[in-house]
C-alpha cells in the first residue's frame, strides 16, 4: 500500500530543511579558564543566540582547539571561525597591533584601552596586517596596567630587578630589560609552573591574571606603581567565516560588539579589582611602592627608546609606524 505526503507535509518539511540549513555554528578558541579576560567573549555569544533565535551560536573553548600561541594559525586555516591571542606572543605575526604594547604610554583606563584598540583595529595598516591572517580584528581584550607579583625578598628600589628573572612579554618586557631584569617570554598556562620551580622569580600581569592563574598563591610581594604598560589581546574571526554570514547573524555579530565590551568593563572595574585588594591581604602579600623619582627616571630609560626601534623596525617591514605611533600617542594627549 502507497503512502501519500501531501503538499502541506512537503512544505513543513522543506521549511525544517531551510531553517535547518540557516542555522551557523562557529567554534571559539580561547584557554585558561572563564576568567574576567573572557567575559566579553560570552557575552557575545549570549547576545548572538537571543538576537538570532538560537540561529547562531559560538561554541567557546577553553583550550581544547589550540594552544594561546597557535590561535592566530588555526584562525588562517580555518581550524575555527573565533578566536582570543595576545600581541605579544607572536610580534613577527601581527607587528602593527603591538604599538599598544610599548611600554609607558600613559593610558589611564580600560575605557581608554578600548577606544585606542578599535581605533587602531580600523585602521587600514592593521587590517592589511591580520588580513595576512585571513583574520578580521572584531574587539580588544581591554587590560589595566601590567605589575609583578613575585617571590622571595621585596624589592625595595628599582636597582633591586637587576638580575631577576621574570616573565614578561613585549614592550614590558623591554622596559624591564632597562632596569637589568631577564625578561621571559611564555604563555599564562605556563607561568604558576615556571614560578613553583624557580624559572622566573617574578610575574607580570594584570589583577585578573594573577588570580586565575595562580601566581599570588606562593607570591611574597607585588608592586603597586610600576605600571610599565600593558598587553593587546584582541579577539579576531576568520575573513572568510565572516564574509559567508547572512545578513542577519553578521549584523548580530558585529552590532553586539560594543554591549560585550560594555560588560567586560563593567565586570572588570567592578568584580575583578574589587576582588583584588582582599586577596592580596588574605596571603599577607606585602604591597611594594616606588618613588615617583625612580618611576620617571624608568619612564625615561625605557619609554623613548623602546617608541624609537618599534618605529624603526616596523618601518622597516613596509608599515606606516610613525603613522601608527603618532595616532594612538595623539590620542593619549587628547585624553581620548
Request: with cysteine; hydrophobic share 45%; glycine share 8%.
Amino acid at each position: 500500500m502507497h503512502k501519500f505526503i501531501t503538499r502541506g507535509a512537503v512544505a513543513a518539511l522543506s521549511l525544517a530543511f531551510a531553517t535547518e540549513a540557516m542555522a551557523t555554528e562557529w567554534s571559539v578558541s580561547v584557554w585558561g579558564k572563564r576568567r574576567a579576560f573572557t567575559e566579553h567573549v560570552e557575552k557575545l555569544a549570549e547576545l548572538v543566540a537571543a538576537k538570532t533565535n538560537g540561529e547562531f551560536t559560538l561554541n567557546i573553548s577553553y583550550g581544547g582547539l589550540s594552544k594561546n600561541k597557535e590561535n592566530l594559525d588555526g584562525i588562517s586555516i580555518g581550524a575555527f571561525e573565533m578566536a582570543q591571542f595576545c600581541a605579544g606572543y607572536h610580534r613577527d605575526k601581527n607587528p602593527s597591533i603591538t604599538v599598544l604594547e610599548l611600554p609607558f604610554l600613559g593610558v589611564t583606563s580600560l575605557e581608554q584601552e578600548r577606544d585606542l584598540s578599535m581605533a587602531l583595529y580600523q585602521h587600514p595598516a592593521a587590517v592589511a596586517d591580520l588580513a595576512r591572517w585571513n583574520a578580521t580584528l572584531l574587539m580588544p581584550s581591554p587590560l589595566p596596567q601590567y605589575n609583578l607579583v613575585g617571590v622571595g625578598d621585596a624589592p625595595a628600589t628599582l636597582a633591586d630587578f637587576k638580575g631577576l628573572s621574570v616573565r614578561a612579554t613585549g614592550g614590558i618586557g623591554q622596559a624591564m630589560a632597562t632596569i637589568g631584569a631577564v625578561p621571559t617570554s611564555m604563555s599564562a598556562t605556563e607561568v604558576r609552573q615556571a614560578m613553583d620551580s624557580g624559572v622566573v622569580k617574578a610575574v607580570s600581569f594584570a589583577p585578573h591574571a594573577h588570580m586565575s592563574f595562580g601566581t599570588i598563591e606562593n607570591a611574597t610581594w607585588w608592586t603597586t606603581n610600576l605600571n610599565p604598560g600593558t598587553v593587546n589581546c584582541p579577539v579576531v574571526v576568520n575573513s572568510d567565516a565572516l564574509a559567508d554570514l547572512p545578513d542577519a547573524q553578521r549584523d548580530a555579530l558585529l552590532g553586539s560588539v560594543d554591549e560585550a565590551l560594555d560588560h567586560y568593563i563593567d565586570n572588570y572595574n567592578n568584580k575583578t579589582m574589587a576582588a583584588w585588594g582582599p586577596a592580596l591581604d588574605e596571603r599577607g602579600i606585602q604591597r611594594v611602592t616606588f618613588t615617583d623619582a625612580e618611576l620617571a627616571a624608568f619612564k625615561d630609560a625605557a619609554a623613548a627608546p623602546a617608541a624609537k626601534a618599534w618605529i624603526e623596525e616596523n618601518t622597516a617591514r613596509g608599515l606606516p609606524a610613525q603613522e601608527l605611533y603618532d595616532m594612538v600617542t595623539g590620542m593619549i594627549a587628547k585624553g581620548m
